[in-house]
């Protein structure tokens, strides 16, 4: 067992291992993006700004970090998905959920796409496909009688997920 650092949450590691990324909570509203960089042991913020953030996941080709935001203004809390550039630390919201959730992404093994589940507080939560831009966004699940979530994938157009109440499922995202 080794100690790492202090303060840190919603680890990720990067596919080399080298690079840890994480949360560090300034502020009760606020979360930096860190680095922690194994070899020297030190950590660097990577990203400050106003909204909560959780959920990251470093795409498996390393160049980039997807995460949720949940953003409260008026009354009412939404929660999207951000993918960060790494290359030139560029963020860009994905999704647009309104009042709803976007929860939970994750990276396809090539790093091309990304799955999450979406809510909008009926009970039945779906699962989505989308890419790093956010260039389009396909319900795969069109399910609307169960709640599906607890995304991962298993293989290049493969991933599993829970459809409530207790069943595991497994779907082929390209049909």
């Known amino acids: ?29 606020r979360s930096t993006i860190y680095f922690y960089h194994m070899d020297s042991k030190r950590e660097t913020a990577l990203t400050t700004d106003t909204l909560g953030k959780y959920g990251l996941d470093w795409s498996p080709d390393g160049k980039k970090i997807v995460y949720n935001i949940t953003n409260k203004e008026a009354g009412r809390s939404a929660t999207d998905i951000m993918v960060l550039d790494l290359a030139n630390k560029y963020v860009k919201q994905i ?8 929860y939970e992404p994750k990276w396809s093994p090539d790093s091309k ?16 496909l989308t890419d790093a831009n956010g260039s389009f966004h396909s319900n795969l699940t069109k399910d609307t009688a169960t709640h599906n ?12 997920y829970t459809r409530s109440p207790d069943e595991l499922m497994m779907m082929q995202v390209d049909g």
């Open 149 to 160: 979530y607890f995304l991962s994938w298993v293989a290049a157009n493969t991933i599993i």
């Open 1 to 29: 067992l080794t100690f790492l650092f202090n303060d840190g949450s919603n680890l990720t590691a990067s596919p080399d291992g080298k690079t840890i990324a994480f949360l560090k909570r300034n502020e009760k509203i």
């Open 113 to 128: 796409r990304i799955v999450y589940y979406f809510e909008k507080g009926d009970g039945h939560d779906q699962v989505w």
């Open 95 to 102: 999704t647009k959920s309104g009042s709803h959730k976007s």
